[in-house]
């Protein structure tokens, strides 16, 4: 990443933009992520298509907030380019400071298909992004054995990804993101591969291990039940192209229960912005 000189007028722009008033939130601070007017085209000789158009919304440190929205907002797209692995056409990313420009180890990121390497153990996989930052092998073992703890996996060191569950595979994902120790954890419907069973034990897993370690969390989904349990705000997207619709913050202690009144009126309430075309499957 590059570093900038955070501008109050983008912080205050963005804020505004995102409360969907004309006040900003207070600018005397640096949220952790800042997405700045973020567009993003596709070009080919058949076709241009407008992934996004002037997306905007912060982060604040230790936040979890959630992305959802109807298949084709672009919600994988915009963690893409928050993590550096799609350049925006237009806008910024700025994460603690500094412009995204790259894939970087300060953003963790746990996909939906796992992203295992399934020639690996599990010690191989977590250790991946350690002995690439050059970590002497005792320190990378160490701190292999002190995620899988974390995730509940310690005594599965050894096996490859073929012997896991589904569920067992996103906790090996996670702990590998959380391994390098990012200031970001970006998550694209990882939960989305797995049984409603499975997934409703994730959910509490995620937000202990969330709780324990205080990352920054960005999490893409297009259930709103998983939106509303998990965030403690939702970034509403409407789709061609992607913009944000409405940030509804979910002012609800955990854990939350998915039958209480309060919840279902979140539910309902961003169910409507996105106009009925999410889908809850659990």
């Given amino acids: 990443m590059a570093r900038v000189d955070e501008s109050a007028d983008a912080i205050e722009r963005v804020g505004a933009h995102a409360n969907g008033t004309g006040d900003a939130d207070d600018t005397d601070h640096t949220p952790e992520i800042l997405v ?8 080919s000789e058949r ?5 996004l158009s002037n997306v905007q ?16 907002c672009g919600k994988t797209t915009l963690l893409r380019a928050v993590a550096g692995i799609e350049a925006p056409t237009a806008g910024t990313v700025v994460i603690d400071g500094e412009t995204v ?3 970087d180890t300060d953003c963790g990121m746990v996909f939906q298909e796992y992203g295992l ?18 970590m002497a092998r005792e320190a990378c073992d160490n701190r292999c054995h002190e995620m899988l703890d974390l995730v ?62 205080g990352k920054t969390t960005l999490f893409v989904t297009h259930e709103v039940n ?24 979910v002012d609800l ?23 009925g075309e999410a889908t809850d499957r659990f």
Wanted: proline residues 6%; glycine residues 10%.
């Fill in 101 to 103: 420009d790259g894939p």
């Fill in 57 to 72: 919304f912060t982060v604040e440190s230790g936040e979890f907030v959630c992305l959802v929205g109807p298949s084709g």
């Fill in 253 to 275: 202690s955990r854990p939350r229960s998915r039958t209480d009144g309060s919840f279902v009126e979140y539910t309902e309430r961003i169910r409507a912005l996105i106009g």
């Fill in 117 to 134: 390497f399934p020639w690996l153990t599990v010690q191989e996989n977590v250790c991946f992004g350690l002995e690439r930052q050059g």
């Fill in 152 to 213: 509940g996996l310690d005594g599965v060191a050894d096996a490859y990804p073929k012997e896991l569950s589904g569920g067992m595979k996103q906790r090996v994902a996670v702990a590998r993101a959380l391994a390098v120790d990012p200031d970001v954890l970006l998550m694209d419907e990882p939960f989305g591969s797995v049984d409603a069973r499975t997934r409703e034990r994730l959910h509490a897993e995620l937000l202990d291990i969330w709780q324990e370690t």
């Fill in 47 to 51: 076709q241009s298509v407008q992934a």
């Fill in 226 to 249: 998983e939106a509303a349990l998990l965030g403690d705000r939702v970034v509403v997207m409407s789709p061609e192209p992607g913009r944000v619709k409405e940030i509804v913050d």
């Fill in 36 to 43: 700045d007017g973020v567009s993003k085209r596709y070009e």
